[in-house]
């Protein structure tokens, strides 16, 4: 049987650094964006035949190869939103008396670049991946997008611990898009939906003699993260303490009023 530990203890550490290191490159000052962005170009351009070829493997190794080419596609549209390159043809506050859809198709005109770049790689991955016996790579970048929607729709919607201070100056006006509220309908659905899809990912991990046992345990390990950072947006204050050390160079800048 696998060691589980080994490959929960790797997403943890991957998760934290990557996550650290992308929060470290995006707040440092913008002349640095064009050599951060096109250093991590470089991984993307190895990450997606990595991908392809990895997926013909049932082997760990296989797993681990796919599972780490899907977070580094995943960095590299992150890095692209939070440099500023890729977000959306809206880049001014919400106005103050938008509420209901209008304000729904603000949001997503804020946001629609990047979206759209997500669907785009999400596609290229189906398509390397399509038919392959290991989906590690193919269910890692599924678990992220859905997650991320889902955080998204939940900050929309209004949660008590707003990551704001996550968010670089220049994307301060996406704060005004959030919403601080005790509670959301969205919320225990998000919760519910997240471990109900994480049930047969660890049945499938524990069991000794299943396929690509390894890939399970990964994806579990990371879908159970992502279901940790939406509890963080319930309670007060713990997310940026996580990834203080490196944001050294982050303003809190007064976010502008944009016009009605």
């Known amino acids: 049987m696998p060691d589980h530990g080994v490959s929960c203890l790797f997403v943890i550490l991957l998760w934290w650094l990557s996550t650290g290191l992308i929060v470290l490159l995006c707040a440092l000052p913008r002349r640095t964006f064009p050599w951060s962005l096109g250093g991590w170009s470089l ?39 939070l440099t500023g390159y890729v977000t959306g043809p809206r880049k001014v506050p919400c106005p103050a008396d938008a509420t209901g859809w209008r304000r729904f198709l603000l949001a997503v005109a804020a946001l629609l670049y990047h979206e759209l770049s997500i669907v785009a790689v999400g596609a290229l991955v189906l398509v390397l991946t399509w038919g392959a016996p290991n989906q590690t790579g193919s269910l890692t970048f599924l678990i992220l997008m859905v997650m991320r929607i889902s955080a998204k729709l939940n900050l929309f919607l209004g949660v008590p611990n707003l990551p704001e201070a996550l968010l670089p100056a220049r994307l301060a006006y996406l704060k005004t898009y959030f919403r601080c509220r005790k509670f959301n309908p969205l919320f225990p659905v998000s919760i519910l939906g997240s471990c109900l899809a994480a049930l047969p990912l660890a049945e499938k991990a524990l069991a000794s003699d299943a396929p690509l046992a390894v890939g399970s345990a990964l994806t579990f390990t990371l879908l159970a993260l992502a279901v940790l950072e939406h509890l963080l947006l319930m309670l007060p204050g713990p997310e940026l303490t996580l990834w203080k050390r490196a944001q050294p160079y982050v303003r809190t800048d007064p976010v502008e009023k944009a016009p009605s």
């Open 43 to 81: 991984i993307l351009a190895a990450a997606f035949p990595c991908l392809a070829e990895s997926a013909r493997s049932t082997g760990d190794v296989g797993s681990y190869l796919s599972f780490l080419s899907a977070i580094a596609i995943w960095g590299w549209l992150e890095m692209g939103f």
